[in-house]
Nanobody
Framework: QVQLVESGGGSAQPGGSLRLSCATS????????MAWYRQAPGKQCELVAA????????DYTDAEKRRFNISRDNTKNTLYLQMNSMKPEDTAVYYC???????????????????????WGQGAQVTVSS
């Protein structure tokens, strides 16, 4: 019954922007810390950004560069990821899910195979190229 539906993916040029959305249902969205993950071919699953259940705190893998912004709307059970100044290395399938428990484990499997979470959406393909 849990559903995670990512949308907003597509193609962007280097330096461009995309905004991803994750529509959720089947659980109490407002009680979960949430995160965006990405899976690039030949690479391990990567946690990109996380946000607390109320949206009061965020955590970014790309914090120094400040290219991404995670947000949420608990009235709509929806998670967002604004990606700016995009780079070719951002090319990946992007997934939304709950944040990992702390301490966060090493991610050694494809995102949909992580043991921590039984439910995954289809992901949103993001391609950054000239």
């Amino acid at each position: 019954q849990v559903q995670l539906v990512e949308s907003g993916g597509g193609s962007a040029q280097p330096g461009g922007s995309l905004r991803l959305s994750c529509a959720t249902s089947g659980f109490t969205f407002s009680t979960f810390n949430m995160a965006w993950y990405r899976q690039a071919p030949g690479k391990q699953c990567e946690l990109v950004a996380a946000i607390t259940s109320t949206g009061s705190s965020t955590d970014y893998t790309d914090a120094e560069k400040r290219r991404f912004n995670i947000s949420r709307d608990n009235t709509k059970n929806t998670l967002y990821l604004q990606m700016n100044s995009m780079k070719p290395e951002d090319t990946a399938v992007y997934y939304c899910n709950a944040d990992l428990p702390r301490p966060r484990p090493s991610l050694t499997k494809p995102c949909p195979e992580l043991h921590a979470f039984p439910f995954w959406g289809q992901g949103a393909q993001v391609t950054v190229s000239s």
